[in-house]
Nanobody, 128 residues
Framework: QVQLVESGGSLVQPGGSLRLSCTTS????????IGWFRQAPGKEREGVSC????????EYADSVRGRFTISRDNGKKTVYLQMNNLKPEDTAVYYC?????????????????????WGQGTQVIVSS
């Protein structure tokens, strides 16, 4: 079975940092782009970041660019989201997702329609 499991969410003060992990199984990770998305209470799910299959291309939402960094370790079958200088508006459940076939080499997009398999999410709360 295709599985993606997020971890690392926590309560953190504004200005703090967290690293989220997306551990995958059931597929060859280096064939797929991976995206991070988030959903805050009462809001629509929004794209945060994505990374191409080999890690050479990354994209970020304007709201997180310069603060968040996405990376991947295909050998460990894990994708990471390093979040620095967190703000209260970053509070949300964060999800990772696997891109929809056909495989794109060296490309990704921060659009939920480009992804087909999703994890359960991990909660991030930024509050003083």
């Amino acid at each position: 079975q295709v599985q993606l499991v997020e971890s690392g969410g926590s309560l953190v003060q504004p200005g703090g940092s967290l690293r989220l992990s997306c551990t995958t199984s059931g597929f060859t990770l280096n064939y797929y782009a991976i995206g991070w998305f988030r959903q805050a209470p009462g809001k629509e799910r929004e794209g945060v970041s994505c990374i191409s299959n080999g890690g050479g291309v990354t994209e970020y939402a304007d709201s997180v660019r310069g603060r968040f960094t996405i990376s991947r370790d295909n050998g460990k079958k894990t994708v990471y989201l390093q979040m620095n200088n967190l703000k209260p508006e970053d509070t949300a459940v964060y999800y990772c997702a696997r891109s929809r076939p056909p495989v794109r080499v060296g490309a990704c997009e921060v659009n939920a329609y480009a992804y087909i398999d999703w994890g359960q999410g991990t909660q991030v709360i930024v509050s003083s």
